[in-house]
């Protein structure tokens, strides 16, 4: 029997994580440590979210530095790692008959980079980024995680990177001090508890979960990258959470993994 390899969703942060040396950068170090070497890697982010799927194409993707505002040196760090237009047209296959457009213009976001830099830091595995389709309901999301299961059967890496928790009108910039908000721990533990339950799916349906779930996404595009997650994870494999935490006061670091 053929390995199976796991797969992650992280809760990304900010960009700065990609060149400090903190908690949450340290847990995605030792993750990357603990699992067996992918011979490629599949990334879903929050920050390529558009009305359509497409898929990168491109044998050498640029590291973009799509943000603003940050130190100077941010935007000088960059993850060499080359692309695999053959696994972006294996991922057109399994997603058939939905359209997957492929794109050789687009690089990597720091959505992928920015954890990446810690998990494999010689940036020497190939690195594929599928889009977010923001034109398609959340069933969507997490019935395109269960159709990209085999590819963990051919030792790919799914990366997920996103923020459970995700808030930033409510954010505390520049205090590290402030406790989480009482509705960022309430909808991230019901979230987690569900998980734990063997009840993920019904996180499908966020947007009926309350004023907990309102505040904590108010924007789909962060929450949605946990629904692949979920639907990737096969009936056997009970989850784990290898990073915890809220930034903030309402910016979820919570990690979910399966396999591995």
């Known amino acids: 029997m053929s390995m199976v390899m796991p797969a992650v969703f992280f809760g990304h942060g900010s960009p ?3 060149m400090q040396s903190n908690r949450y950068s340290e847990s995605w170090r030792r993750y990357g440590q603990t699992i067996p070497r992918p011979g490629a890697i599949l990334a879903i982010s929050a920050h390529w979210y558009l009305p359509e799927s497409a898929v990168t194409a491109s044998p050498h993707p640029e590291t973009m530095h799509d943000f603003g505002g ?44 920015s954890l990446l830099a810690h998990i494999f830091p010689d940036g020497d595995i190939p690195v594929v980024q599928l889009s977010i ?10 019935e395109t995680g269960r159709r990209l299961q085999p590819l963990r059967e051919e030792g790919v890496l799914i990366l997920c990177s996103g923020n459970i928790v995700h808030n930033l009108a ?18 991230e533990h019901e979230a987690r508890k569900l998980i734990i339950e063997g009840r993920g799916r019904e996180l499908v349906d966020y947007r009926k979960m309350g004023e907990d779930a309102r505040l904590s996404v108010p924007t789909p595009e962060h929450f949605l990258p946990l629904l692949y997650l979920l639907g990737l994870q096969r009936e056997d494999e009970p989850p784990g959470f290898p990073v915890e935490g809220i930034e903030g006061g309402s910016l979820s670091m919570l990690s979910v993994s399966v396999g591995g």
């Open 16 to 18: 700065m994580n990609a």
């Open 70 to 113: 940050f130190p100077a040196e941010l935007y000088s760090v960059t993850y060499p790692a080359p692309g695999s237009p053959g696994l972006a047209r294996r991922v057109q296959q399994f997603l058939l008959p939905v359209a997957v457009r492929l794109d050789e213009q687009r690089g990597l976001d720091h959505g992928t980079w």
């Open 133 to 142: 389709d923001a034109s398609m309901n959340p069933e969507f999301h997490f």
């Open 170 to 187: 409510a954010y505390a910039w520049g205090d590290e001090s402030v406790p989480p908000c009482e509705w960022a721990l309430r909808f």
